[in-house]
């Protein structure tokens, strides 16, 4: 059984939260609780609410369902953070050298989903189990490289001189020296 629930204009940017929602993401709901009330950042506070807020939705749908679902038994499945909408003021705040910047307030849009079914680990679903979560594929090296938008010819590759006249010339070197050593031992 799944539950959702979502936390709609939380104060603070998207980008701060999802610090947040990155620890939590595929934690047991006890562990997620934990971290989210001893961590000091200032959007942990909502994200909490809103996990509550989903266990609590879980347990009703539970009850109408007529399921008996253990709070304990739930995870983390999903959860994301969407940009909400920038608040721009007509005040100004200080900035250096005597300017002056707009006061923005950043607002996010929390989205949390808990599951009871069972999480499959890598190692399960390669001997055949179903993974819950989705696997990202694995990028494959792209011929072009991007820089700033642009897409840049490959790179040539670079292959090491071969070393085939090197030795010829050791080779030579060595049976001159033997040579020499030869001519030496007959001259005595």
Not at 68 to 87: E, N
Not at 108 to 119: F, G, H, R
Not at 136 to 150: D, F, N, W, Y
Request: with cysteine.
């Amino acid at each position: 059984m799944e539950a959702r629930a979502s936390a709609r204009y939380l104060r603070g940017s998207a980008q701060k939260a999802r610090l947040m929602i990155d620890m939590i993401r595929g934690k047991n709901v006890n562990q997620a609780l934990a971290i989210l009330q001893f961590t000091n950042k200032r959007a942990a506070d909502g994200i909490e609410k809103c996990v509550r807020s989903a266990i609590a939705n879980a347990s009703e749908a539970a009850e109408k369902a007529n399921i008996a679902i253990d709070p304990d038994d739930l995870w983390v499945k999903a959860c994301f953070v969407d940009r909400g909408p920038t608040k721009n003021r007509r005040r100004v705040r200080p900035a250096p050298q005597g300017r002056a910047y707009r006061e923005r307030r950043h607002f996010c849009n929390v989205t949390i989903l808990l599951s009871n079914d069972e999480k499959v680990t890598a190692a399960d679903a390669k001997k055949g189990g179903k993974a819950t979560e989705a696997k990202p594929a694995k990028l494959q090296e792209s011929k072009t490289r991007k820089r700033g938008g642009a897409v840049l010819a490959p790179r040539a590759k670079r292959t090491a001189p071969k070393a085939e006249s090197a030795p010829e010339t050791k080779s030579a070197s060595t049976k001159s020296e033997s040579a020499a050593d030869e001519t030496a031992t007959t001259e005595e």
